[in-house]
Structure formats: C-alpha cells, structure tokens
C-alpha cells in the first residue's frame, strides 16, 4: 500500500500548479482593474479609489502566491528547479524558454512592485514608465503557463487561460 502512495504526485507538485493557476488569475484581475482605473472608469456603486483599492490588493496578493509559487517550484525534487532558474531567466536545464518566460514574468512583477512601494521617491514619471511593463508581464506570464503548465491538456486550465485571455 505504501508503495500507491510514493507513486504519485507530490503535494509540492499539485501546490505549484495551483498557485501558478492563481496567480495567473490575479494578474489578470490585477491588469484589467489597472486599465479601468487608467481609463478612469467608475460607477455609483464603485468609484476609482475602490477600483484602484483592488487593483493594488489583488496585485499584492498576486506577488505573495507568487512567492508561493516559486517556493514549491525550487522545492519539488520533480523538475529540479533552483533559486537562480526562478530568478535569472533561461538559466534553467528544465524547460529552459518556458520556465525563462516565467522567470521574467517574475522579474517584471517584482519591479512594478517595488517602483510602486518608492513612488514618491521616483517621480510620476518613472513610476508609470516602470508601471508599463505590466503589458509585457501579463502575455509572458500567460506564455509561461501554456508551455510550462503540465496541466495544459486539462480542461480546466484551458478555460481558465481562455477566460483570461478574454
């Protein structure tokens, strides 16, 4: 009986895949909510601080599954993932172009946040031109999911991915 038991995935394995999945759908929760508060979109019922409100927790929530997301990636023995893979893209030995993507897609989301967080010190400026890359990170993030996903024959994953894109 133990044997069935080692043969399957690990919980490290289905924690990465689902925290890759969330994170997708914050970013893009995230991005949408930025482009309605750029367009200074608003209703009675929600006006712009409360757009701008979610738009900034869900990108803080996005950056912490994130971190998550990664910790699984290096710690799960299956792909053998290190630190520098997450973090330097096309370093890796696994999939090098596909785990590269989402190593940048991580750098990006990592610097939007951190020019967000010393705005002031910035300038309006340099915050929005840095800001711009949420463009980039968003299609990169998703090119990352569809090649390095071992979900994306799933039904699930594809209408997650659909639902995003649209």
């Excluded at 929760?29 to 929600?46: F, K, P, Y």
């Amino acid at each position: 009986m133990t044997a069935l038991a080692t043969v399957g995935p690990s919980a490290l394995w289905y924690l990465t895949r689902a925290t890759g999945a969330v994170v997708l759908v914050l970013l893009t929760v995230s991005l949408v909510l930025g482009i309605a508060n750029v367009g200074r979109l608003q209703t009675a019922g929600w006006p712009r601080f409360v757009i701008e409100g979610i738009h900034r927790n869900a990108s803080m929530l996005a950056l912490a599954v994130l971190v998550v997301h990664v910790v699984t990636s290096v710690l799960d023995p299956f792909a053998s993932i290190h630190v520098i893979d997450a973090v330097v893209p096309f370093t890796s030995v696994y999939r090098p172009v596909w785990l590269g993507l989402g190593a940048f897609a991580s750098d990006l989301m990592i610097a939007i946040a951190l020019t967000s967080v010393v705005r002031r010190r910035l300038g309006h400026r340099m915050w929005r031109a840095t800001h711009w890359l949420a463009y980039l990170c968003w299609p990169v993030a998703v090119l990352h999911a569809v090649g390095t996903g071992s979900d994306i024959k799933q039904l699930w994953l594809q209408a997650l991915l659909a639902a995003c894109i649209l």
